[in-house]
């Protein structure tokens, strides 16, 4: 399995998308005009080189701010992230409520380099700066009857425009099982390239966890609810039929949008095969033993 | 006065060509540049085959005339744009990967309605000068019909490709249809018609 190691110094890559999109595209018509492949060299293997930070910061699909993708880092001026405090709830010992900065002070967030695979077909790998979520559910000590975890992101129409979109129920509502929300591949993110999260990718405090679709990853969160039943997230409540609770990255289950077996990395030209479990199988497949994904999407 | 100003039709049609291209030496195509130039150009065959629907209703009720011969123009640009939109999907997208194409055709709707639809434009286009049209005589006005099967397949495939907020693809699907239902033989006669004078 292709996981990806944390690296101490992430090097901010210069590559310009433009730049590989002329390169292949020149390939491209090649091959349209029938040149042979071996004139164009054989596919380098794919390697997970971190996207940069301005496609990070400059592309994003946070539809509180806007739907599209190139506008939100343009809508987020007015969105103010600081104080800031995230109630923990629900059925635990300890509820708690954290200031984020005594989050960082008490969780030492590290940096964890994750891809990061959107369910419309287009991925990225982000550096993000996170500790796990199971040392706050460590803190607040969950009873027997937590099943679930309930994420609810800020409701502020007056500073996230998008919230004022009737189409959707707002706030934003995602969830996990409690075993799902323990791996330690699933963090609470502060920070994107040793830098603080910007209010584009969730800022302050955000859930990561990359073995799923992107819209799981739910940001600005101010609270999480420790549950006994499954909590029904607003893109099931949108579209149930194409987002499930699990919401697990599967090739071998289509999406009647978007190619779910391939994915265009950020500022990269040709297809790559999505991986299972986004490349994360061995630390999470276990967790899924025995359901069908199929049902279970 | 039209008859005059019909070249433009030219400028304004290359004008989404000229800004995409644009938009590319600049490097402003987003991070996604595959996905928006395909969106865009999509969006420009969209646009350019409800005014090529424009014209035959406003000179029934009008009596323009002179728009007639942009019909045929914005008829072929659109295919031109429609033609671009696909070969991006198939050249750039997925890069002639057929065994990922094929997948794609057959498991998704939206992809094959799409697809449908340029195959109906493809002998309108072919057909669309004078010659196809003496040759093919009472029949062309028939085959020329497929239009509107088109259209309402691209506004299916828009419907279809949306996430979730249909909104945007039923105000052109509106559109369309009301394009399609002045040509509807009790409504036509039903609204009022210019004399020649
Ligand atoms: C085989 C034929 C076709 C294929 C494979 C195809 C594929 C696509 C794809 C991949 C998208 C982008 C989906 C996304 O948002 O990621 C799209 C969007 C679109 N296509 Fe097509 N298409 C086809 C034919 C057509 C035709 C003939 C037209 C119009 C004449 C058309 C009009 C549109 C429109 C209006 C959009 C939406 C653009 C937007 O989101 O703003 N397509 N198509």
């Known amino acids: 399995m292709r996981a990806i190691t944390p690296l101490n110094i992430t090097p901010e890559p210069l590559y310009l998308n433009r730049r590989a999109f002329m390169r292949t595209f020149g390939a491209g018509l090649a091959v349209a005009a029938g040149a ?40 987020v001026s007015g969105f103010e992230t600081t104080p800031w405090q995230l109630e923990v709830t629900g059925r635990v010992a300890k509820p708690a ?127 999480i609810e420790l549950v006994k039943s499954r909590p029904t997230s607003l893109w099931m409540r949108a579209a149930p039929h194409e987002y499930g609770f699990y919401a697990n990255v599967n090739p071998k289950v289509p999406h009647p949008r978007w190619s779910q077996a391939s994915e265009r990395r950020i500022g990269e030209f040709r297809r790559r095969r999505t991986l299972m479990y986004n490349g994360y199988e061995e630390q999470v497949a276990h967790l899924y033993a025995g359901m069908d994904l199929k049902a279970n999407y | 006065m039209i008859a005059r100003a019909r070249w433009l039709v030219h400028p304004l049609a290359l004008l989404p060509l000229a800004l995409l291209f644009y938009d590319f030496l600049i490097d402003n195509l987003t991070a996604n540049p595959i996905q928006e130039i395909t969106q865009r150009t999509g969006k420009t065959a969209l646009i350019l085959l409800i005014l090529t629907l424009v014209v035959t209703p406003v000179n029934r009720h009008f009596r323009l005339p002179d728009l007639v011969p942009l019909r045929k123009r914005l008829g072929l640009y659109a295919f031109l744009y429609a033609t671009l939109h696909l070969s991006i999907f198939v050249g750039l997208d997925y890069f002639f990967d057929w065994e990922l194409i094929l997948l794609e055709l057959s498991e998704k709707l939206y992809v094959l309605v799409g697809l449908t639809a340029w195959l109906l434009l493809l002998p309108l286009a072919v057909t669309s000068t004078k010659g196809w049209q003496r040759r093919l005589g009472k029949r062309w006005k028939g085959l020329h019909r497929l239009i509107y099967v088109a259209a309402s397949a691209v506004i299916l495939h828009f419907l279809w490709l949306v996430k979730s907020d249909i909104r945007e693809p039923l105000a052109y699907g509106a559109g369309v249809a009301l394009l399609l239902t002045l040509r509807l033989p009790p409504v036509r006669r039903w609204l009022p018609r210019r004399t020649p004078e």
């Open chain 1, 36 to 75: 042979p492949a071996t004139l164009l060299g054989a596919p380098s293997e794919p390697t997970d080189l971190p996207t940069s930070f301005k496609d990070i910061t400059h592309y994003n699909n946070f539809y509180e701010f806007s739907s599209n993708k190139q506008a939100v880092a343009r809508m």
């Open chain 1, 97 to 223: 409520l954290f200031d984020v900065e005594e989050l960082i002070t008490r969780f030492q967030p590290e940096e964890r380099v994750y891809r990061l695979r959107c369910v419309e077909g287009w991925s990225m790998v982000i550096p993000w700066h996170g500790f796990p979520l199971a040392r706050i559910l460590e803190a607040v000590q969950p009873t027997p009857e937590a099943r679930y975890l309930k994420f609810i992101t800020v409701h502020r129409p007056r500073q996230m425009p998008g919230q004022k979109n009737g189409w959707y129920h707002w706030p934003y509502v995602e969830g996990l099982r409690l075993d799902e929300a323990l791996n330690d591949l699933a963090i609470l993110a502060t920070g994107l390239y040793a830098k603080k999260l910007l209010a584009q990718n969730g800022a302050p405090v955000r859930l990561v966890v990359p073995w799923k679709y992107g819209f799981k990853s739910i940001k600005s969160i101010v609270r």
